[in-house]
């Protein structure tokens, strides 16, 4: 049996963290002014948490351009991009569902039957990264054959950082980097960038990096952080109101800190011998998390609506403690589903990633 890899997994955890915080924070940043504490450890922490998405992608790369593990064209549609789909309808009209009460006027109905058949085909908001994952997964065929070759495998990081990542900072971004085709059309150099960050999840996973250009990641990535966070306050303090072109997923900055962090994953757990328990943890939380991903931002408004926000502590212990919550009630809902559920969340993937075995 082949042996797990486990930053792979440490590393999809601790991106649905981060995007527990983004949540959190973003649902409460208006109640605070931007020269406040407050304010400034919001950004702090939203700042750090933007390697999330890229790190997802990244660690899905890694097993789907696997060349050790077969996967047909066919195989990707009927398998793997069909549960994306019946994932994003299921939760989808959940979202839409919650946020529809009270009901319509009777009077308004067609009117109200139009709007929503169109809000469930756009998705709550955060359901777009199912949309982008599907458009990776498209065309992983094609993906694939690329890194069976070295040199094209360079060519296309370079395509994809270009136009992908660097293009649409210098452009700040005409549409934003979280757009999907139902919001935009079909935007090539927003998919290029994420196929960017999948390549470069199975590349990183595949070569041995010298100590001498794992530092240079790690020092890029700081800077990353940096201008990810510092940027982000000096251009705010600046403008009087939130800038936040410094918080794209397909930016230089995000790039090389989520670079960085998948490197330092990597080689600080490549040796590291996990106990057994810590094991079946690591596994059962990483099970569930795109299932945790899926449900949290509907705890979280439910929460918010029973008057709990990161005001009634100091913000200090307050986003840890709502993130803590967020995510253990969302864990709990997808631990129902699927253990008193079963035959309906394997149908519908209500709560598990699914990828080629490791």
């Known amino acids: 049996m082949k042996q797990r890899v486990w930053y792979a997994d440490v590393l999809r955890i601790l991106a649905i963290v981060m995007v527990i915080f983004i949540h959190i924070i973003s649902k409460d940043t208006h109640r605070y002014e931007i020269d406040t504490f407050q304010w400034q450890w919001m950004n702090l922490l939203n700042g750090i948490s933007r390697i999330c998405v890229p790190l997802l992608f990244m660690v899905s790369g890694m097993f789907f351009l696997d060349p050790e593990k077969k996967i047909e064209p066919k195989q990707m549609y009927t398998k793997y991009i069909w549960r994306l789909v019946r994932a994003f309808v299921f939760w989808s009209v959940i979202y839409v569902v919650f946020n529809s009460f009270p009901e319509p006027d009777p009077t308004v109905l067609v009117e109200e039957v139009d709007r929503t058949v169109l809000e469930i085909v756009q998705g709550y908001f955060h359901l777009w990264f199912l949309y982008r994952l599907t458009e990776i997964y498209v065309i992983v065929p094609f993906l694939r054959p690329i890194t069976r070759d070295r040199q094209?495998?360079?060519?296309?990081?370079?395509?994809?950082?270009?136009?992908?990542?660097?293009?649409?900072?210098?452009?700040?971004?005409?549409?934003?980097?979280?757009?999907?085709?139902?919001?935009?059309?079909?935007?090539?150099?927003?998919?290029l960038g994420y196929a960017?960050?999948?390549?470069?999840?199975?590349?990183l996973h595949k070569i041995a990096l010298s100590k001498k250009w794992r530092t240079v990641l790690y020092v890029l990535a700081g800077i990353g952080f940096a201008v990810t966070i510092i940027g982000t306050s000096i251009r705010t303090?600046?403008?009087?109101?939130?800038?936040?072109?410094?918080y794209e997923y397909l930016t230089p900055n995000v790039f090389f800190?989520?670079?960085?962090?998948?490197?330092f994953a990597k080689y600080a757990m490549q040796d590291l011998e996990l106990k057994k328990p810590i094991q079946n943890v690591i596994v059962h939380i990483s099970k569930y998390?795109?299932?945790?991903?899926?449900?949290?931002?509907?705890?979280?408004?439910?929460?918010?609506?029973?008057?709990?926000?990161?005001?009634?502590?100091?913000?200090?212990?307050?986003?840890?403690?709502?993130?803590?919550?967020?995510?253990?009630?969302?864990?709990?809902?997808?631990?129902?589903?699927?253990?008193?559920?079963k035959q309906g969340s394997r149908l519908l993937n209500l709560g598990q990633w699914k990828i080629p075995s490791k």
Do not use: C, K
């Open 237 to 246: 303090m600046m403008d009087g109101e939130m800038y936040s072109l410094f």
């Open 257 to 263: 800190a989520a670079v960085g962090t998948f490197v």
């Open 289 to 341: 998390s795109f299932g945790i991903y899926l449900v949290h931002v509907l705890t979280r408004d439910l929460i918010w609506d029973a008057g709990i926000n990161t005001t009634l502590f100091p913000i200090v212990f307050s986003i840890p403690a709502l993130a803590l919550l967020v995510g253990g009630i969302s864990y709990g809902i997808i631990w129902v589903l699927m253990r008193f559920w």
């Open 152 to 191: 094209l495998t360079i060519y296309f990081l370079l395509l994809s950082f270009v136009v992908g990542i660097l293009i649409p900072t210098i452009n700040q971004f005409p549409v934003r980097s979280t757009d999907t085709v139902v919001d935009n059309g079909l935007n090539v150099d927003i998919t």
């Open 196 to 203: 960017g960050y999948f390549v470069a999840g199975y590349v």
